[in-house]
Each structure stands twice: as C-alpha cells, then as structure tokens.
C-alpha cells in the first residue's frame, strides 16, 4: 500500500499556530506573537538563556500502528544560525499541555495575576524521564531538519497519551559555556512553507470486515424467493 505523507504545522487543535520562545534575561515577557523562534545560550552583560515551545496536533488518520516516519522542519533566519558548530541541543516533551501561547514567558505557562499559572521551574515544566530528542545547533540558514528516530516515538506517544498533542520544549543541553543561539520562523511568520513543521508518513487504514452479500446472491443460494420462509414457532400463514 502506497505511503501518504502529512506536513502538520505547529497549532493547536483548533488550528491556531501554537509556539513561542522564553527568554530568562526578560523573564515576564511574552513572545507568543512573534515571528520567531530561538534556542541558545548569550553571557552578554547578563545571561540569556532561550527555549522554545511549539505545539503540532497530530490528526486523526494518522495511528500509533500505522506511522511510518517522523521529522522536523525549521526554517533558520539568514544571518541569525549558530555561530559555533557542535552545539548540542534537545526537545523534551512539555509537561503542561494546557500552556497558552499568548500568556507564556519564562515564569509563567499562562496569564495570571499570581502563582497559580507559575511553571514548576521557570523556563519551562518538561518530562527529563523520557529521553530527549538530539540535535545540534545549525550553522547555516535555511531549511533544518531533524530525523533523530525519537521524532516517532515522540508522535507515537502523543497519539496514544497526549490526545494526539505533541508539545516540545526545545533547548541546549549545556546552557552555558560557548555563547551560541540560532533563531528560526516561527508560526507567525507570513510565509506558511518557513513555519515549523512536522512531516509524517503513514500508510492508510483498511477497512477491515467482509462486505454485505448482494440480496439476489443470498436468495439463490437458499434457493429460496424473499419473505417464502418464516421460523417454525411463528406456524403457518
């Protein structure tokens, strides 16, 4: 059977693109709207530490048991990729699936006037349990991919445990040491082909069962004509 490939862009499911980029040097800033996305780590004056989180809602023809392949696609800004090479970097899954794009910053997962929408640990609440999925800070502009195997795994548990919600958290697995941060489009950039995507391949349901008999086969092979037979225990009309 012939593979169908789906290119889902980061949104909720109501379809709203869903992403944003934390920022620990402004901790009460909320990106949500911004055409951009970052991951890195700047000493500067002051240390800024930047992660992302994009939401991508998987549908429903795509299963756990018949997904093929998963990757992710950025867009990196020109001018703006890793200025170091051999910066590693990961996606964990977010822990807050109810975190609000325009009320997120680095404190908070949503809008609040006190502590009850405050992240466990600010930066962001993410699962260290399930192993992250590696990449490495790009050093060139463009499209980047990432076709790490756990890309799957990722999607395939959000399909069977996440309400088909794969929420990620991106960030450098050492944020400190060599500065480094690369930017990529984010979900409100107006060229819809440079926003985040996930790319999956899976191959079509079949629909399982045998197909009704046709009437006139079934009537022959009694060799009976229809309403001609009735139960015993209804006697003889």
């Known amino acids: 059977m012939a593979v169908k490939q789906i290119v889902v862009r980061a949104a909720s499911p109501s379809g709203d693109g869903k992403d944003n980029y934390l920022l620990s040097r402004f901790p009460s800033y909320k990106f949500g709207t911004d055409p951009d996305l970052a991951v890195g780590y700047e000493a500067l004056a002051q240390s800024r530490i930047f992660r992302s989180l994009l939401e991508f809602y998987i549908p429903p023809a795509v299963l756990a048991t018949n997904l093929v392949s998963a990757k992710l696609q950025f867009t990196v800004q020109p001018g703006y990729a890793s200025p170091e090479p051999d910066i590693d970097a990961n996606f964990r899954r977010c822990t807050r699936p ?117 009437r006139a086969s079934y009537q022959n092979r009694l060799g009976r004509r229809p309403g001609s037979w009735r139960p015993s225990w209804l006697g003889v009309g």
């Open 98 to 214: 109810e975190w609000e794009e325009l009320g997120s910053n680095w404190n908070q997962w949503g809008f609040s006037v006190g502590p009850d929408k405050d992240w466990t640990t600010p930066g962001g609440d993410f699962d260290n349990f399930m192993a992250g999925i590696p990449w490495v800070l790009p050093t060139s502009s463009g499209l980047f991919e990432i076709t790490h195997s756990r890309v799957q795994e990722y999607s395939e548990d959000a399909i069977l445990n996440q309400n088909r919600r794969l929420i990620l958290l991106g960030k450098r697995a050492t944020e400190a040491g060599t500065e480094a941060t690369c930017w990529f489009y984010s979900a409100d950039h107006p060229t819809v082909s440079e926003q985040p995507a996930l790319v999956l391949e899976y191959e079509p349901r079949v629909q399982s069962g045998r197909p009704p008999l046709r």
